[in-house]
């Protein structure tokens, strides 16, 4: 069964500093990587998705991952954090298997941001 | 183009109660996915459903059910309500393709408290 890892729970970065959230992963085959933001009493929004090919995928808001297979690991970054980047970042996996096309998801790192 | 919608907001329950929460795909979106989000952690997988028929389980018990509509549209149904049930229901559309996992997009949720 795959699983997913986010050893930090909290972070805390000044505002114009370089952000990097560290994702852990287990999962047999090829994995199927996202990274979801979460702003308070919001649903989850999609920030980018590494599916095959290019390791280092670029996503919305300025922020890009790096796969990384030897390491099992998906970190997300961001060269410059802004004020609104205060959210709750997921790491996902997603697996098929018995038919269904599922997520699962860590515990989440929240991400503070001081002015 | 309108996002992923759900129904109600917010809800409150007692325990022994019924609930039934809504879920509006994105346009031209086949499948849903419904997620249970405790506080203080991540999404967990309960039900896919494409073409009205279910996909996909996780590790949910008896008492949740689910099912899809012509329109694609979908309800959650939890019956016999306990406390640990009280939650953030997120569902979520995806286009359903072979290949790669496809990406999911999450609705807003619905906060169902039981008292």
């Known amino acids: 069964a795959q699983s997913v890892t986010q050893p930090d729970i909290h972070i805390t970065v000044s505002e114009g500093a370089s952000l990097e959230l560290r994702c852990n992963y287990s999962?047999?085959?090829?994995?199927?990587l996202f990274w979801y933001v979460q702003s308070p009493g919001q649903g989850l929004q999609l920030l980018l998705k590494?599916?095959?090919?290019?390791?280092l995928v670029q996503g919305i808001k300025g922020f890009e991952a790096e796969f990384k297979r030897s390491q099992s690991s998906f970190n997300l970054r961001k060269p410059s954090v802004h004020w609104s980047d205060a959210a709750e970042y997921f790491c996902a996996v997603g697996a098929r298997g018995g038919g269904g096309n599922k997520l699962t998801f860590g515990t989440g790192t929240q991400l503070k941001v001081e002015l | 183009d309108a996002g992923v919608t759900q129904s109600p907001t917010h809800l409150i329950k007692t325990r022994g109660q019924q609930v039934t929460l809504r879920c509006s795909p994105i346009?031209?979106?086949?499948?849903v996915s419904w997620y249970q989000q405790v506080l203080g952690q991540g999404p967990q997988f309960i039900f896919q459903?494409?073409?009205?028929?279910?996909?996909g389980r996780g590790n949910f018990p008896d008492r949740f059910s689910a099912r899809q509509f012509p329109n694609y549209s979908s309800e959650l149904n939890v019956n016999a309500l306990l406390l640990g049930d009280s939650a953030l229901y997120l569902c979520?559309?995806?286009?359903?393709?072979?290949?790669?996992?496809?990406?999911?997009?999450f609705g807003p949720g619905t906060r169902l408290t039981v008292t």
């Open positions: 590494y599916f095959s090919g290019d390791t």
């Open positions: 979520a559309s995806s286009l359903p393709r072979e290949g790669p996992v496809n990406e999911q997009y």
């Open positions: 459903y494409y073409e009205k028929e279910e996909r």
């Open positions: 999962y047999g085959a090829t994995p199927y």
């Open positions: 346009s031209g979106h086949k499948s």
